[in-house]
Each structure stands twice: as C-alpha cells, then as structure tokens.
C-alpha cells in the first residue's frame, strides 16, 4: 500500500514538475512579447525552479535524488517535508503571478494553487514516513 502512494506522489511530482515548466516558458514568451521585465524575470524563476524540482524527482534506491548537483545542494528534496516545503516556494512563486483575465496570469496562479495542495500531500506523507526519504518506517527498521 505505501508503495502504490508513492508512486502516485512521484508521478504527481513528475507531472506537476513538468505542467509547471511548461507554464514558466508559456510566460516568458508572453511577457517578453508584452514588454514587462517583472513578470519574465519572475517566469524565469518559475521554470528554473519547476526544473530543479524535476531533475530532483530522479532517486538512488536510499531515497536521495541521484543526481550529485541536486543532492549537494538541494538534499532536503530527498524528505517529504523538504519536498512539501520546497513546493509552498514553488507554489507561492506561481500565485504572485495573481489572478487574472489572460493565461499568462490565471495559469500560474492555477498551477500554484495545484502546486501547494501538492505541498500538503507531501507533508501527509511524510508524517507516516522516516526522515531518510520516503522509505517507510517498517522498512527502516
């Protein structure tokens, strides 16, 4: 049972990651073509961000994001609640973007609300989970 969840959280992430990265690029191009430098330096970030969550998705079989950069440097991606935390960042980043009448606005602002449920989620889920990962207590021990 807790594998079948994680799975699902994973593929979440993944699918989260990526509808993020495509939104982020979505507003650079829009706002670049609009002439506001705000609102592209803050896609920008949108989509450095949603990647470094996406590359962060790839794990060792202890739990840790393989990649060594990630790993060096975003370690706490490896925890439910590094990851819950990380996507409140996350989240928050696509609701600055607020609420608006054209998609360059309402879409972040979307996937950031998507992107903080996803926070909780996680959080839920490392509650019932060791801090080494999401490797389950039963199997920790």
Not at 14 to 38: E, R, S, V
Not at 50 to 74: A, C, E, H, T
Request: aromatic letters at 12%.
């Amino acid at each position: 049972m807790g594998a079948k969840i994680l799975k699902t959280l994973t593929v979440a992430n993944i699918l989260t990651a990526l509808a993020n990265t495509g939104i982020g690029i979505y507003c650079i191009i829009k706002y670049l073509t609009d002439l506001q430098p705000a609102e592209t330096v803050l896609a920008a970030y949108f989509v450095v961000f949603s990647l470094i969550y996406l590359v962060s998705q790839k794990k060792d079989d202890d739990g840790r994001p393989s990649l060594q950069l990630i790993r060096r440097n975003f370690g706490f991606l490896g925890s439910g609640f590094g990851m819950a935390v990380y996507l409140v960042f996350l989240g928050s980043l696509g609701l600055s973007f607020g609420w608006g009448s054209t998609p360059g606005h309402y879409l972040p602002f979307i996937a950031g609300m998507w992107t903080i449920g996803l926070a909780v989620v996680s959080a839920v889920v490392g509650c019932f989970h060791s801090r080494r990962g999401y490797e389950s207590i039963d199997e920790a021990t």
